[in-house]
C-alpha cells in the first residue's frame, strides 16, 4: 500500500502565497513523476504542476510565473511554493504520484486533498 499525505493548505489574501507539501510512505520502490491537481467546484480536476523524477517540470498556463514544483527525493516528498495567489486559485489541491513496486507497471496514486482558499 502507498499513502500520500498533504499539508499546507489554509485561508490566505490575494498576493499571499503557500507552500503545499507531500509526503509518500509505504510500499515505494520508485517514485516516477510526481504532480498536483486541483478541482474547485462545478469544475473538472486539472493538473497543476507536474515533476519527473529527474526533475524536469511542466505546469498549467494560469499558474506559470507564480507556482513552484520541486521534488526531495530522499524524503519521497513534493512540494508546491505558490505564489501572487488569487482567488481563481481557490480550490481543493490534490498530491498525485506515479509509484512502482518491485514488478509491475508504474500505479497512480492521490493523496487526500488539502483545502486552499485565496480571498479577495
Known amino acids: 500500500q502507498v499513502q500520500l499525505v498533504e499539508s499546507g493548505g489554509g485561508l490566505v489574501q490575494a498576493g499571499g502565497s503557500l507552500r503545499l507539501s507531500c509526503a509518500a510512505s509505504g510500499n515505494l520502490f520508485k517514485i516516477d513523476d510526481m504532480a498536483w491537481h486541483r478541482q474547485a467546484p462545478g469544475n473538472k480536476r486539472e493538473l497543476v504542476a507536474r515533476?519527473?523524477?529527474?526533475?524536469?517540470?511542466n505546469y498549467v498556463d494560469s499558474v506559470k510565473g507564480r507556482f513552484t514544483i520541486s521534488r526531495d527525493n530522499a524524503k519521497n516528498t513534493v512540494y508546491l511554493q505558490m505564489n501572487s495567489l488569487k482567488p481563481e486559485d481557490t480550490a481543493v489541491y490534490y498530491c498525485?504520484?506515479?509509484?512502482?513496486?518491485?514488478?509491475?507497471?508504474?500505479?497512480?496514486?492521490w493523496g487526500q486533498g488539502t483545502q486552499v482558499t485565496v480571498s479577495s
Open positions: 515533476i519527473a523524477s529527474g526533475s524536469s517540470t
Open positions: 498525485y504520484a506515479d509509484v512502482r513496486g518491485v514488478y509491475g507497471p508504474p500505479l497512480g496514486h
